[in-house]
């Protein structure tokens, strides 16, 4: 009976070695990834407006990244594209560069530094008197209309009104 003890602790010690080897019950994972369009435009509402005044466009002298309002529309470019709100917090959409209007487009890369001390309009109040000029002029929130921009770049060429 020593004999077989020896035998019988290490053929348990081997058959405990070999079992914990074997792989357990397989865990499935299932990753599902849908990704429909570029991912969505968060804009908290500015503290202050400011203008450039050679183009009329307005910007956010604090936005991370770049936040314009012009022609009724928010303007953000991000890497090759483009997006546009009609409202500062959204929603936000991809607009082809070639909608984008000239003037916002044309923004100098350095108007933060160029225009950074132009006059600081707190939102809400430029909010409040934009709106109200525009529902006076009988225009949806500033919104002329695309061919009124592409004239008004025109000017000097023979197509002044």
Same mark, same amino acid.
């Given at each position: 009976m020593n004999r077989q003890f020896p035998r019988l602790a290490i053929f348990l010690v081997l058959a405990a070695l070999a079992l +914990?080897? &074997? #792989?357990? @019950? %397989?865990?499935?994972?299932?990753? &599902?990834?849908?990704?429909?369009? #570029?991912?969505?435009?968060?804009?908290?509402? #500015? %503290?202050?407006?400011?203008?450039? @005044?050679?183009?009329?466009? *307005? $910007?956010? #002298?604090?936005?991370?990244?770049? &936040? $314009?309002? *012009?022609?009724? $529309?928010?303007? +953000?470019?991000?890497?090759?594209?483009? *997006?546009?709100?009609? %409202?500062c917090k959204g929603p936000w959409a991809v607009v082809e560069s070639r909608f984008v209007p000239r003037q916002v487009i044309r923004v100098p890369k350095d108007y933060r530094v160029r225009y950074g001390k132009a006059k600081h309009i707190p939102y809400g109040q430029w909010k409040k008197a934009h709106y109200r000029r525009t529902a006076e002029d009988g225009r949806e929130a500033g919104h002329s209309g695309r061919r009124d921009h592409e004239r008004s770049d025109r000017r000097g060429h023979g197509y002044d009104r």
């Open positions: +914990s080897g &074997l #792989p357990g @019950p %397989a865990r499935g994972e299932i990753n &599902l990834n849908v990704n429909i369009g #570029p991912p969505p435009v968060v804009v908290a509402e #500015p %503290a202050v407006v400011a203008m450039i @005044p050679t183009i009329g466009v *307005y $910007f956010v #002298p604090d936005s991370s990244p770049d &936040l $314009f309002f *012009y022609a009724g $529309f928010w303007w +953000s470019p991000r890497g090759e594209r483009w *997006y546009r709100s009609r %409202a």
